[in-house]
């Protein structure tokens, strides 16, 4: 199951607060809330800090919404290695570094 929150500020951005996981039909629903969100063209952001498994139809609704110009944040690190792996950009918050190492 997916659950998606909105949360609007102003007319400046509108987020889409994803919790569950995105696979089958939760990617269609995922993709058509996500061309359903920002009627006024607002900028459009997806905070994945909920979620908790991505499906290769997830990967591939994913795709093509970071590719409309979709911001995807807040995913957990295993979630963004995934996601880059497929070829999406993931930003990740800052000090969550691929290469760090303890020495």
């Known amino acids: 199951m997916l659950y998606i929150q909105r949360i609007e500020v102003g007319d400046s951005r509108v ?3 994803l919790q569950g996981i995105i696979a ?4 269609d629903l995922l993709e ?11 900028p459009l952001v997806l905070d994945r800090s909920g979620v ?6 997830g990967f ?12 995807i944040v ?9 996601l880059e792996d497929e070829g999406i950009t993931a930003n990740r918050p800052s000090g969550d570094a691929d290469d760090a190492t303890d020495d």
């Open 15 to 17: 987020t889409l607060v």
């Open 24 to 27: 089958a039909e939760w990617a």
């Open 32 to 42: 058509r809330e996500c061309s359903a969100a920002s009627p006024s063209g607002a």
């Open 52 to 57: 908790v498994f991505i499906g290769r139809s």
């Open 60 to 71: 591939e609704a994913l795709m093509r919404l970071s590719r409309a110009g979709i911001g």
């Open 74 to 82: 807040g995913q957990t690190p295993l979630i963004a290695d995934a």
